[in-house]
T-cell receptor, first 112, second 115 residues
Framework: RKEVEQDPGPFNVPEGATVAFNCTYSNSASQSFFWYRQDCRKEPKLLMSVYSSGNEDGRFTAQLNRASQYISLLIRDSKLSDSATYLCVVRLLDSSASKIIFGSGTRLSIRP | GAGVSQSPSNKVTEKGKDVELRCDPISGHTALYWYRQSLGQGLEFLIYFQGNSAPDKSGLPSDRFSAERTGGSVSTLTIQRTQQEDSAVYLC?????????????FGPGTRLTVT
């Protein structure tokens, strides 16, 4: 079982729709959580950190469920520019960088 | 200021040759990471530097891979006797410090093709 798992998609939704996807992690020692966005043939860029109480940044809402070991990303009022691959990132309690684990990503495509 | 830069942006090499990839992190960032990403795949961690030392090399796939960092800044990743399976995009990232929820800033990557 992968340490961080994501549905690869693609999620194909119309502009304006709300879309959500999850990421599950297997190590309960996981401490920090992030969503990165990666456009085609570009480098990943931080979208948002995920806090225990959940957090919102504009149209984006991230949530953490420690009991079930998953994080989620919700995108409201989706825009064409939201089309990208969304990478779930987990950092374990150990500060060693080998415990920074990227998921394989979920592809999102927004259609007009 | 400038972001993370990597060179070359593209490298085509013949199987068996050695290659050297370079990463210039953001000034003042003490932590530096190397990853590799094959087509359509997620990021595979290779190595992490805190300053000039590498506390974690566990991700290096074989002894053909090595990396160093000098002056707490520039890092080079060297692949000896390249194989076709080494073809991938090699990404470098830096962060203000290692550990904790510090954001990683990625460079544009080096696309390596081994023929």
């Amino acid at each position: 079982r992968k340490e961080v798992e994501q549905d690869p998609g693609p999620f194909n939704v119309p502009e304006g729709a709300t879309v959500a996807f999850n990421c599950t992690y297997s190590n309960s020692a996981s401490q920090s959580f992030f969503w990165y966005r990666q456009d085609c043939r570009k480098e990943p860029k931080l979208l948002m950190s995920v806090y225990s109480s959940g957090n919102e940044d504009g149209r984006f809402t991230a949530q953490l469920n420690r009991a079930s070991q998953y994080i989620s990303l919700l995108i409201r009022d989706s825009k064409l520019s939201d089309s990208a691959t969304y990478l779930c990132v987990v950092r374990l309690l150990d500060s060693s960088a080998s415990k920074i684990i990227f998921g394989s990503g979920t592809r999102l495509s927004i259609r007009p | 200021g400038a972001g993370v830069s990597q060179s070359p942006s593209n490298k085509v090499t013949e199987k068996g040759k050695d290659v050297e990839l370079r990463c210039d992190p953001i000034s003042g960032h003490t932590a530096l990471y190397w990853y590799r990403q094959s087509l359509g795949q997620g990021l595979e961690f290779l190595i992490y530097f805190q300053g000039n030392s590498a506390p974690d090399k566990s991700g290096l796939p074989s002894d053909r891979f090595s990396a160093e960092r000098t002056g707490g800044s520039v890092s080079t990743l060297t692949i000896q006797r390249t194989q076709q399976e080494d073809s991938a995009v090699y990404l470098c990232a830096s962060s203000l410090r290692g550990g904790g929820p510090h954001e990683q800033y990625f460079g544009p990557g080096t696309r390596l093709t081994v023929t």
